[in-house]
Protein backbone atom coordinates (compact mmCIF):
# COMPACT_ATOMS: atom_id res chain seq x y z
CA UNK A 1 0.00 0.00 0.00
CA UNK A 2 1.43 3.31 -1.25
CA UNK A 3 0.17 6.50 0.04
CA UNK A 4 1.54 10.04 -0.84
CA UNK A 5 2.27 12.57 2.08
CA UNK A 6 1.32 16.06 1.18
CA UNK A 7 1.93 17.07 5.06
CA UNK A 8 4.86 15.90 6.58
CA UNK A 9 4.47 11.60 8.47
CA UNK A 10 7.33 12.93 10.55
CA UNK A 11 7.68 15.52 13.18
CA UNK A 12 8.36 18.74 11.48
CA UNK A 13 9.98 20.00 14.82
CA UNK A 14 12.04 17.00 15.85
CA UNK A 15 11.94 14.53 13.29
CA UNK A 16 10.61 11.28 15.82
CA UNK A 17 7.55 9.69 14.48
CA UNK A 18 4.25 10.69 15.26
CA UNK A 19 1.29 9.37 16.56
CA UNK A 20 -1.86 9.45 14.65
CA UNK A 21 -5.10 10.78 16.70
CA UNK A 22 -7.69 11.21 14.52
CA UNK A 23 -7.92 10.19 10.74
CA UNK A 24 -10.96 11.92 8.54
CA UNK A 25 -11.87 10.79 4.97
CA UNK A 26 -13.37 12.54 2.29
CA UNK A 27 -15.59 12.51 -0.66
CA UNK A 28 -12.29 13.74 -2.62
CA UNK A 29 -10.26 10.37 -1.82
CA UNK A 30 -8.04 11.89 0.50
CA UNK A 31 -7.87 11.27 3.97
CA UNK A 32 -6.84 14.20 6.40
CA UNK A 33 -5.01 12.67 10.02
CA UNK A 34 -4.14 14.50 12.77
CA UNK A 35 -0.63 13.89 14.06
CA UNK A 36 1.06 14.73 17.48
CA UNK A 37 4.64 14.17 18.17
CA UNK A 38 4.95 12.29 21.37
CA UNK A 39 8.58 13.69 22.04
CA UNK A 40 7.79 17.59 21.68
CA UNK A 41 3.54 17.81 21.64
CA UNK A 42 3.47 19.13 18.41
CA UNK A 43 0.11 18.80 16.39
CA UNK A 44 -0.82 18.85 13.02
CA UNK A 45 -2.51 17.24 9.57
CA UNK A 46 -0.71 16.00 6.71
CA UNK A 47 -3.92 14.87 3.98
CA UNK A 48 -3.03 11.74 1.93
CA UNK A 49 -4.28 11.17 -0.73
CA UNK A 50 -6.49 7.89 -1.62
CA UNK A 51 -6.27 7.36 -5.32
CA UNK A 52 -2.63 6.20 -5.13
CA UNK A 53 -3.62 2.97 -3.25
CA UNK A 54 -5.26 1.94 -6.05
CA UNK A 55 -3.51 -0.13 -8.61
CA UNK A 56 -3.22 0.93 -12.23
CA UNK A 57 -4.50 -1.08 -14.91
CA UNK A 58 -2.60 -3.47 -15.88
CA UNK A 59 -4.86 -5.14 -18.07
CA UNK A 60 -4.40 -3.01 -21.38
CA UNK A 61 -3.40 -4.90 -24.60
ZN1 LIG B 1 8.36 16.48 17.83
Redesign the pocket.
Known amino acids: MTTTYTGAKL??????D?NIYDSRVTLEGTVTRRRR??????CYETVEHFHCIIPPKKNRK
Open positions: CPKCGCTCPSCGT
